[in-house]
């Protein structure tokens, strides 16, 4: 019999090795609790090595939207493996994407046209952002260099992406690194007014080539909500002043705030989305930047400099698109539709009934997203102290949430039962009961 090289070693060899040779994200590398072992997982939980089941209260970082091992998608790779692995996408082409580009551009916001493919959330805004300066740079107009962001946005870790970012522990040692954006005001009940008030002015200036935004939800930032009206006239805004809009619906995308994508809530359609996470149900990473036609006109012509010149090692790797196509079968699915529709009432109920309570600051929901904001004098960040207590509060009772700072937040997989979701509500109830409260 064949051996599985992958389950070499007892547990705490595993776990020793890791601490020898693994530099895991986000993680200090002294002062970390060590990392829990995972063998398994099925559904909404996770099996550990020591016998447990971990309800994946969060997606597995938003990711696994079909359950673990899902059985469909896991077909699709196996059949896929055997008869093409990977091959070079550049001058050569597959079933499995051109079915891909073909799925994707059935469901994604109006007007979107292209599929370009990379590895991840992060890259596919790098090359929406290089797709949006590089078009002004082929038509010869060269004044519209600004791009414009949301305070507090997060639309990932490299160069590109950190640039267009808020300025945070996330980005501190790169600062000097990072181009110069421009960033209004998160839009709020009190503000809306004024922010877009604020977005007019910048974009009346003619040298803005991009608006950039995670619609509707800020996730990294506090899964914070916005409503899509504000949203709606910012792009209004944005494109009667001939700026490009890129909706980062890399978080938001595939059903997360209740449609299929959050560009769905507003009239105003991006010219360019980047989406990732979901996009495979959680099995393999892949990224893909979408546009319309406006943007493709720009890059079609025989001047070879003016050529996209982005590519990566793994583009469009066969495997990985078919797990996205079997991802979309179950996506499209009306059952998965009605699961969608189920959790999000499930959340909104939770939510009302949590608004109330002395502990908590603030309690939303938007489709299948729950955010309760704790109350506490610390104020709200990633760095607060709280998530020190949230994490393994959790984890010793066999739920995965891993708090925002004083966030905590709910992001099931849609597979996700009534009775699972609801033993979460009820460890967040006995949390909360645990923290201070004021009169």
């Known amino acids: ?200 002015r910048y974009v009346a200036q003619g040298d803005v080539a991009a608006f950039i935004y995670e619609p509707l939800v800020q996730g990294a930032a506090g899964m914070r909500i916005y409503t899509p009206a504000v949203l709606n006239a910012l792009l209004e805004e944005a494109q009667a002043h001939d700026v490009l809009c890129i909706a980062d619906e890399v978080f938001t995308g595939f059903g997360r705030t209740g449609k299929l994508f959050a560009s769905e809530y507003c009239v105003y359609q991006p010219d360019i989305v980047t989406v990732s996470k979901g996009i495979t149900g959680g099995t393999i990473a892949l990224g893909v930047t979408s546009c319309t036609d406006k943007i493709a006109q720009a890059f079609q012509t025989e001047d070879f400099r003016k050529t996209l010149f982005h590519g990566h090692s793994y583009t469009a790797n066969p495997i990985t698109c078919a797990a996205a196509n079997a991802s979309f079968d179950l996506l499209t699915d009306p059952d998965c539709r009605y699961r969608m529709d189920r959790i999000s009432r499930q959340q909104e109920a939770f939510a009302a009934q949590m608004g109330n309570h002395p502990a908590v600051l603030e309690a939303r929901s938007l489709g299948t997203i729950l955010r309760i904001e704790l109350r506490t004098e610390e104020g709200t960040g990633y760095e607060h102290s709280l998530r020190k207590k949230i994490f393994p509060y959790f984890i010793e009772r066999n739920i995965l949430l891993r708090p925002l700072g004083n966030i905590l937040y709910v992001l099931p997989p849609y597979v996700m039962t009534e009775e699972a979701l609801q033993t979460v509500y009820t460890a967040i109830e006995e949390f909360i009961q645990t923290l201070p409260t004021k009169a």
């Open 1 to 200: 019999m064949q051996k599985n090289y992958n389950n070499t070693g007892t547990p705490d060899e595993l776990l020793a090795w890791d601490k020898e040779v693994i530099w895991h994200p986000y993680t200090p590398l002294t002062g970390a609790a060590d990392p829990i072992l995972i063998t398994g997982g099925e559904g909404v939980y996770l099996h550990t090595a020591d016998g447990r089941k971990i309800i994946d209260a969060v997606s597995s970082w938003w990711v696994n939207i079909h359950g673990h091992a899902n059985p469909y998608i896991a077909r699709a790779l196996a059949e896929q493996a055997s008869t093409l692995e990977h091959v070079i996408f550049a001058g050569f082409t597959h079933a499995p994407a051109i079915r891909l580009a073909k799925n994707l551009l059935t469901i994604l916001p109006q007007g979107q046209s292209r599929i370009f493919f990379s590895d991840n959330g992060s890259t596919a805004v790098e090359v929406g952002i290089k797709m949006a300066i590089q078009y002004w740079y082929n038509r010869g107009i060269t004044q519209k260099k600004k791009v414009i962001a949301i305070q507090g946005a997060y639309h990932g870790d490299t160069f590109g992406s950190m640039s267009v970012s808020d300025r945070s522990i996330f980005t501190d040692p790169f600062q000097s690194y990072l181009f110069e954006t421009v960033f209004i005001d998160f839009p709020t009940a009190a503000n809306e007014a004024d922010v877009i008030d604020q977005f007019r």
